[in-house]
């Protein structure tokens, strides 16, 4: 049986897929409607009701072999304290799989275990779903990434791909592509969503405050916009290759997930069919800039300066972004310190 804890919108489509492939699971939430539903109905590309197992009780989810962790990764650290907070169960056999991790999430959870006295197997991927719940027990999988990078806290700064857990977890998600990273640096910056997300907010503040009716990556992108994307990812590119790895260019992402034209960048994001149903945010408090901005792009400026690279740009974002939402980035963002990473190898 695997266990997942966290039952949002990626929650909910993780469940549905595991389930629809017949594997047994058990959730964890404290949600008080969650626990009411009995089923999950899955629309889209995973087609299904599903009956729904839930618990409140941590313990029941950390008894299972592997266990997936779909929350937002802003919240890694709290699950983490509370993971190493269950004595009675030996931790050190099960298997974490981080289903996000943007920037270094797979080093801060396994930071947090390990200074607690508890060495296992964690590894990290992305998102895999973009999907959304239109009603309390429904959620919609608009799309599934074909494609996605892995690593683990066992080899994050050269990979080992004969490692067992990477087979394990292509088996769970057989419709995947999943390679092996060669470090969770190139697993953390190619990432297109910590691109473009910030960024194409930032283009569009005035239509964010406004709460205009809009579509996030159709209306919300122009041209113009995707040179700002374009810097952002050579600014990644630039900070990849100083550790040994490289970072593919936003349009032969966007194939790899979902299939594109890749004429140009701008084509390349009007054309991903899933991209034509998300809306503009309503307010600059939300996912899009919180999660990207403190967790993958605040990281690598401070990844930049160790090895003596300029990134302005990504920088400008983090400093606008917190700003606007009054936040002290080495609070409440991704630190070195946070990571682990207190010492370098040398690059």
């Given at each position: 049986?695997?266990?997942?804890?966290?039952?949002?919108?990626?929650?909910?489509?993780?469940?549905?897929?595991?389930a629809?492939?017949?594997?047994?699971?058990?959730?964890?939430?404290?949600?008080?409607?969650n626990?009411?539903i009995?089923?999950?109905?899955?629309?889209?590309?995973?087609?299904?009701s599903?009956?729904?197992?839930?618990s409140?009780?941590?313990r029941?989810?950390?008894?299972q072999?592997?266990?997936?962790?779909?929350?937002?990764?802003?919240?890694y650290?709290?699950?983490a304290n509370?993971?190493?907070?269950?004595?009675?169960?030996?931790?050190?056999?099960?298997?974490?799989?981080?289903?996000?991790?943007?920037?270094?999430g797979?080093?801060?959870?396994?930071?947090?275990l390990?200074n607690?006295?508890?060495?296992?197997?964690?590894?990290?991927t992305?998102?895999?779903?973009?999907?959304?719940?239109?009603y309390?027990?429904?959620?919609?999988?608009?799309?599934?990434?074909?494609?996605?990078?892995?690593?683990?806290?066992?080899d994050?700064?050269?990979?080992?791909?004969?490692?067992?857990?990477?087979?394990?977890?292509?088996?769970?998600?057989?419709?995947?592509?999943?390679?092996?990273?060669d470090?969770?640096?190139?697993?953390?910056?190619?990432?297109f969503?910590?691109?473009?997300?910030a960024?194409?907010?930032?283009?569009?503040?005035?239509?964010?405050?406004?709460?205009r009716?809009?579509?996030?990556?159709?209306d919300?992108?122009?041209?113009?916009?995707?040179?700002l994307?374009?810097?952002?990812?050579?600014?990644?590119?630039?900070v990849a290759?100083?550790?040994?790895?490289?970072?593919?260019?936003?349009?032969?992402?966007?194939?790899?997930?979902?299939?594109?034209?890749?004429?140009?960048?701008?084509r390349a994001?009007?054309?991903?069919?899933?991209?034509?149903?998300?809306?503009?945010?309503?307010?600059?408090?939300?996912?899009?800039?919180?999660?990207?901005?403190?967790?993958?792009?605040?990281?690598?400026?401070?990844?930049?300066?160790?090895?003596?690279?300029?990134?302005?740009?990504?920088?400008?974002?983090?400093?606008?972004m917190?700003?606007?939402?009054?936040?002290?980035p080495?609070?409440?963002g991704?630190?070195?310190?946070?990571?682990?990473?207190?010492?370098?190898?040398?690059?």
């Amino acid at each position: 049986m695997v266990g997942i804890i966290g039952l949002g919108n990626e929650g909910f489509a993780l469940y549905s897929y595991l389930a629809n492939h017949k594997i047994p699971l058990v959730a964890y939430t404290t949600n008080p409607t969650n626990l009411s539903i009995k089923r999950i109905n899955s629309r889209g590309k995973v087609e299904g009701s599903f009956e729904l197992n839930v618990s409140q009780d941590l313990r029941e989810i950390l008894k299972q072999e592997i266990i997936f962790i779909t929350t937002v990764t802003t919240v890694y650290e709290d699950i983490a304290n509370k993971i190493v907070q269950v004595r009675e169960i030996d931790l050190s056999k099960k298997m974490f799989v981080l289903f996000s991790g943007k920037l270094g999430g797979v080093l801060v959870f396994n930071k947090i275990l390990k200074n607690n006295g508890i060495n296992t197997t964690i590894v990290e991927t992305d998102a895999i779903f973009a999907a959304r719940k239109i009603y309390d027990d429904t959620v919609w999988i608009r799309g599934i990434k074909k494609w996605n990078l892995m690593i683990t806290n066992l080899d994050y700064w050269g990979s080992n791909k004969s490692l067992e857990v990477y087979d394990i977890v292509r088996e769970l998600l057989p419709d995947i592509n999943l390679e092996i990273a060669d470090n969770f640096i190139q697993r953390g910056l190619n990432d297109f969503g910590a691109m473009a997300h910030a960024t194409i907010s930032l283009v569009n503040l005035s239509n964010i405050d406004s709460k205009r009716d809009m579509l996030f990556y159709i209306d919300g992108v122009t041209e113009n916009t995707v040179i700002l994307i374009d810097k952002v990812y050579q600014e990644f590119n630039q900070v990849a290759k100083k550790f040994s790895t490289y970072v593919l260019h936003p349009i032969e992402l966007l194939d790899r997930y979902y299939g594109t034209d890749k004429t140009n960048l701008y084509r390349a994001i009007k054309g991903v069919s899933n991209y034509k149903y998300t809306r503009m945010p309503d307010s600059i408090h939300n996912r899009f800039l919180y999660e990207d901005v403190l967790n993958t792009l605040f990281p690598l400026t401070l990844l930049a300066k160790t090895v003596n690279v300029e990134v302005p740009i990504c920088q400008s974002i983090v400093n606008i972004m917190c700003s606007l939402l009054s936040i002290d980035p080495f609070v409440k963002g991704r630190t070195l310190q946070k990571m682990g990473l207190e010492e370098l190898p040398k690059v």
